[in-house]
C-alpha cells in the first residue's frame, strides 16, 4: 500500500511564526503535491514537485514556500504565519512514468491554527 | 485552466434511497476525470476514475460514474446508501497527463437513518 504521512496531525502556532508542515511518501513517486483545503473552497493546490530540487506554483503559493531536497520528502514552508493561514493541508504524492494518468495518494492532513 | 463545479454541497438522503452527486467541468478535447471520498478526519481516498473507455465507470463501496462528454459531465451515483456513506465527495479532473489535478468545492453526502 503507498503511504503518504504527514508531520503533524494537529498543530498550533502564533502569528509571525515560521512553520514547517512536512509530508514523506514510501512509494517512490516522483510528484508531490500540497494542497489547502477550506470549509466551501475545496482544495486548493499551493505548490507541487516533479521531482528532486524542483518546484512549481500552484493557484495559491503567496505567503508560501517548499523545499525538496529528498526524493521521498516535500516540505511546506510558512514563512510567517498569519491567521488566515489557519487551514488543512494535505499533501499527495503520485507516481510520473509515463502512461496513463496516475492517481494522486493523499496523507491524513494537518489542521494548523495560527493565533 | 480546466475548472470543476459540484452544483450540490450538500447532499442528505435516508439510508437505503439512491443518491446522484453531480459534477461538470469546463470543456476540453480530452479529460481525465476522478471521485475522491474523505471521511471525518482523514485524507482523501479514490472512489473511481475515467481515463478513458468505457464511459462507465465502476469504483469501490458500490460507486458508480458516467462520463457524458456532451454534457461535460461525471455524476456519481451509488444505488443503495448507507449510513458509512456519510462523508464528502470530491470530483477532479485534468486535461493532460502530468499536471495537478483540479478539484471542485466538494458534496457532503449525509446518509440519514
Known amino acids: 500500500d503507498v503511504k503518504v504521512t504527514q508531520s503533524s496531525r494537529y498543530l498550533v502556532k502564533r502569528t509571525g511564526e515560521k512553520v514547517f508542515l512536512e509530508c514523506v511518501q514510501d512509494?517512490?513517486?516522483?510528484?508531490m503535491f500540497w494542497y489547502r483545503q477550506d470549509p466551501g473552497l475545496g482544495l486548493r493546490l499551493i505548490y507541487f514537485s516533479y521531482d528532486v530540487k524542483m518546484k512549481e506554483k500552484g493557484d495559491i503559493p503567496e505567503g508560501y514556500s517548499v523545499s525538496r531536497e529528498k526524493k521521498e520528502r516535500f516540505s511546506l514552508i510558512l514563512e510567517s504565519a498569519s491567521t488566515n493561514q489557519t487551514s488543512m493541508y494535505l499533501c499527495?504524492?503520485?507516481?510520473?512514468?509515463?502512461?496513463?494518468?496516475?492517481?494522486?495518494?493523499f496523507g491524513p492532513g494537518t489542521r494548523l491554527t495560527v493565533l | 485552466a480546466q475548472s470543476v463545479t459540484q452544483l450540490d454541497s450538500q447532499v442528505p438522503v435516508f439510508e437505503e434511497a439512491p443518491v446522484e452527486l453531480r459534477c461538470n467541468y469546463s470543456?476540453?478535447?480530452?479529460?481525465?476525470l476522478f471521485w475522491y471520498v474523505q471521511y471525518p478526519n482523514q485524507g482523501l481516498q479514490l472512489l473511481l476514475k475515467?481515463?478513458?473507455?468505457?464511459?462507465l465507470v465502476k469504483g469501490i463501496n458500490g460507486f458508480e460514474a458516467e462520463f457524458n462528454k456532451s454534457q461535460t459531465s461525471f455524476h456519481l451515483r451509488k444505488p443503495s446508501v448507507h449510513i458509512s456513506d456519510t462523508a464528502e465527495y470530491f470530483c477532479a479532473v485534468s486535461d493532460r497527463r502530468n499536471t495537478p489535478l483540479v478539484f471542485g468545492k466538494g458534496t457532503r453526502l449525509s446518509v440519514i437513518a
Open positions: 512509494m517512490d513517486h516522483e510528484n
Open positions: 470543456s476540453s478535447v480530452s479529460v481525465y
Open positions: 475515467y481515463l478513458s473507455g468505457s464511459t
Open positions: 499527495a504524492s503520485r507516481t510520473g512514468t509515463s502512461g496513463n494518468y496516475n492517481e494522486q495518494f
